[in-house]
């Protein structure tokens, strides 16, 4: 079942309608697309800074910022917790209406939603996709100095003894960094709930745990740990593509070259509040398209190792209604769908 995981690459010409007509006042509510933008932007990132939401967020108020495609400014906010599942609930319900609030999103908006432990009473459905942006994979980290060389190292000091092994990331038990770590070892035929996995809120704090020995091993993305590998702190033993990646990891094996037939590819993208007008609808849906085509967009892709993967909001809802259903597959293999 997890043979193609790639299918994991969980994943805006946006409807075309009559602006909403009505509006409300305070900076928040509904808008008509001839007022539409009228305030400043809030972009979220639901998580601490330095991980791929945290990037993503910023190059797309960078890019809109610097362009003019938007002339209000975009502010980034870091609302961190749960693996993003605290925001999701305030987005869900106290922003619903809020056509100023924006969030950047990944697999964990599906995952969050069907797993038992930690389970998130909201999923995608919450929310008006407006577009899919990029495509990013997963990566096995260890120290610089670590004695494991090797993904089948790491498999093999598991084996040995699971308890020994901390395997950390940036999400909730369950959630996209576990399930990148555990793939390796469901696949090896180790029982993946005997892997000892402790959570961090964002990339970074997890890539701290690592540098600063509570953690033997890390699931991230392989575009945020890029730095970390030109700092000369950390060595990627695998990475879950479909081939060997460029940059900075051109040198590392993939997954299957490391004797594990899978693959895992993380989407990112942007959502808007679920009950958005569709004058913002509108505007998002022509924005992002322009955006993803400006210099500026493209050197935010080279500079964070992303790969460009656009979807308008009609193909990225599709998208993430096949993925849903890859992802309680993928949960019931682990035991841990709800």
Not at 214 to 224: E, K, M, R, Y
Request: charged share 25%; net charge negative.
């Amino acid at each position: 079942m997890w043979k193609k995981i790639t299918s994991i690459a969980f994943a805006a010409s946006l409807a075309v309608g009559l602006a909403a007509c009505s509006s409300e006042e305070g900076g928040e509510g509904k808008a008509g697309a001839s007022e539409y933008p009228k305030n400043n932007i809030t972009l979220v990132a639901p998580s601490g800074a330095g991980g791929g939401w945290d990037l993503t967020a910023r190059s797309i108020a960078k890019t809109m910022n610097d362009t003019k495609l938007i002339e209000k400014p975009i502010t980034v906010e870091n609302k961190p917790g749960g693996g993003g599942a605290v925001y999701m609930a305030e987005f869900a319900t106290k922003e619903a209406k809020n056509d100023y609030a924006l969030m950047v999103k990944s697999p964990p908006i599906l995952i969050n939603n069907n797993k038992a432990e930690g389970n998130s009473p909201y999923g995608y459905k919450d929310t008006t996709p407006l577009a899919q942006l990029t495509r990013d994979y997963g990566a096995i980290v260890v120290k610089n100095d670590s004695d494991f060389k090797t993904l089948q190292d790491v498999l093999d000091a598991i084996k040995a003894d699971s308890k020994a092994v901390t395997l950390a990331g940036g999400s909730a038990p369950g959630s996209m960094d576990h399930l990148v770590g555990v793939l390796p070892a469901f696949e090896a035929g180790i029982d993946p709930k005997t892997v000892k996995y402790v959570s961090y809120d964002g990339g970074g704090e997890a890539v701290a745990a690592l540098l600063g020995g509570n953690a033997d091993v890390i699931a991230t993305d392989a575009s945020t740990i890029a730095t970390y590998v030109k700092s000369g702190d950390v060595r990627v033993l695998a990475v879950s593509s479909t081939e060997r990646l460029e940059g900075d990891l051109a040198d590392v094996p993939t997954f299957k070259e490391s004797g594990i037939d899978a693959e895992f590819t993380i989407w990112r993208g942007i959502f808007g509040p679920k009950e958005m007008s569709e004058g913002a609808k509108n505007y998002w849906s022509e924005k992002l398209s322009e955006m993803v085509e400006t210099e500026e967009w493209k050197a935010e892709l080279t500079k964070n190792g992303w790969a460009s993967e656009y979807r308008n909001a009609e193909d990225f809802t599709k998208y993430l209604e096949d993925q849903d259903k890859v992802i309680v597959e993928l949960l019931t293999a682990l035991g841990m769908q709800k």
